[in-house]
């Protein structure tokens, strides 16, 4: 097979509005430089897109090498990645091309969230394909998206629902929720028995879930700002709990919207750096603030009901919930090496390394059968392949394509200090599980 060389990337920016402004974002620095433009300190800086989806594709850099050959200098160039790839066999590897085609089945980013995001879901590929065929002016691609965030700082979210003893709490205790979906529906989910069985359960809990997305905009106003009033009060006398003062952030960010009470339907998850939260199809999710590696199937597919200024699909997502209850599972990272950790969520599309390296210490990443992405978040240092035996320069911002079957080590700068020496990477690869 031929042996490709690792090529240095030129990535795209999503400035949408919930994204972190100017100087305060990691997206934008490391795209400032990774692309050598200025940050615009007025304008949010949301995503960092790695990858070769259409919405956001990544480009070579100019075809000037600065140490190794095939790595590009400071230049952008037209070729992007995918089409790269499409004319260059084995870039991807026999195995990926047999199941996904020649492509990358993942796509790799870096956020920066400073308001909440929609509530919303990812639908799975039968459900991807009707809608992107009945509306693909919405729904870009006929793909499913299962995810999973790494968080960079403390990173807070809105995932799956909470236990069946959790929400009987909640329509207790939260009078709102009965005001926007009866009291019928609420005894309903009351009077609900462990024996009763999931099924069961999960239907009860769907017919609720829906009742309350569905209230008219009349109902929603009022009921939110009674909630915000009565939290506002009892505050004065008692300690709010963490979900309560979510709900209160929630609508000073998104007034009188059904979104700030469907919150206390949700686990509140909040991952410290290096946890990382995985999410499958049809799952409920919103993120809520922090900064976080992102990597996902190769698909931009969101249905949203909440917390959104953009296009509500309402009925399209609760109808396509699993409704399962629960906290999700969190990964901690397995350790593969001195100084790299993977976190191997059930998908086959996606895996994803944290390196971190000491000052003058060294990683290998060996050969794979498929490709990998590769994004410099902090320090320098220099990357090495074993076909050229020459070393490239790396420092925070820089982005490469690995391809299938190219080794190559990375080793960190000697600083002044150790802090300066310090370099955090992060790989994006399919899941190695796909190649035993």
Same mark, same amino acid.
């Given at each position: 097979m031929e042996?490709?060389?690792?090529?240095?990337?030129r990535c795209f920016v999503q400035n949408y509005d919930w994204g972190r402004s100017g100087e305060e974002s990691t997206v934008a620095k490391l795209f400032s430089l990774n692309s050598n433009s200025m940050i615009d300190p007025d304008k949010p800086y949301a995503e960092l897109w790695m990858g070769t989806h259409e919405s956001g594709p990544s480009f070579l850099a100019g075809s000037e090498t600065d140490g190794l050959d095939g790595v590009g200098g400071d230049g952008m160039c037209a070729v992007s990645l995918k089409s790269w790839i499409d004319e260059n066999a084995g870039a991807v590897g026999e195995k990926v091309v047999e199941k996904w085609g020649r492509d990358l089945p993942f796509l790799f980013k870096v956020l920066s969230v400073a308001k909440a995001l929609s509530i919303q879901a990812h639908p799975d590929k039968e459900l991807a394909r009707v809608l992107h065929k009945?509306?693909?002016?919405?729904?870009?691609?006929?793909?499913?998206?299962?995810e999973m965030a790494v968080a960079l700082t403390e990173f807070g979210a809105l995932c799956g629902f909470i236990s069946l003893e959790e929400l009987k709490g909640v329509l207790v205790g939260v009078p709102e929720v009965v005001d926007l979906v009866g009291h019928a529906?609420?005894?309903?989910v009351l009077n609900i028995k462990e024996q009763d069985g999931e099924?069961?359960?999960? +239907?009860?809990?769907?017919?609720?879930?829906?009742?309350?997305?569905?209230?008219?905009?009349? +109902?929603?106003?009022?009921?939110?700002a009674k909630l915000k009033s009565r939290l506002n009060t009892e505050n004065k006398v008692r300690v709010l709990s963490e979900k309560e003062q979510l709900v209160l952030l929630l609508e000073k960010q998104y007034p009188s919207d059904v979104g700030v009470i469907s919150a206390f339907f949700f686990n509140f998850v909040k991952l410290n750096p290096g946890e990382a939260l995985y999410l499958g199809a049809?799952?409920?999710?919103a993120y809520i603030y922090g900064e976080c590696i992102e990597c996902m199937a190769t698909s931009d597919n969101v249905v949203r009901a909440g917390l959104t200024p953009k296009y509500r699909d309402v009925q399209t997502l609760c109808s396509m919930l699993t409704y399962k209850q629960g906290f999700p599972?969190?990964?901690?990272?397995?350790?593969?090496?001195?100084?790299?950790?993977?976190?191997?969520?059930? !998908?086959?599309? !996606?895996?994803?390394?944290?390196?971190?390296?000491?000052?003058?210490?060294?990683?290998?990443f060996p050969a794979s059968p498929g490709?990998?992405?590769?994004?410099?978040?902090?320090?320098?240092?220099?990357?090495?392949?074993?076909?050229?035996?020459?070393?490239?320069?790396i420092t925070d911002g820089d982005v490469f394509f690995i391809p299938a079957e190219c080794e190559i080590s990375i080793t960190a700068a000697f600083g002044d200090d150790f802090t300066s020496g310090t370099l955090q990477l992060y790989r994006a690869g399919v899941n190695s599980r796909c190649f035993k």
């Open positions: 042996h490709l060389k690792p090529l240095r990337l009945s509306r693909p002016n919405i729904y870009k691609d006929a793909n499913h998206k299962p529906e609420v005894d309903q099924e069961k359960a999960k +239907a009860v809990l769907r017919s609720i879930f829906t009742q309350l997305m569905s209230a008219g905009k009349d +109902a929603v106003f009022e009921a939110v049809n799952e409920p999710h599972e969190i990964l901690h990272g397995i350790p593969v090496s001195p100084y790299t950790r993977r976190y191997l969520p059930p !998908f086959d599309e !996606f895996e994803v390394d944290h390196c971190c390296l000491p000052t003058g210490a060294s990683a290998v490709p990998s992405i590769f994004v410099v978040i902090a320090g320098e240092g220099s990357m090495q392949t074993g076909l050229s035996g020459k070393d490239a320069m």
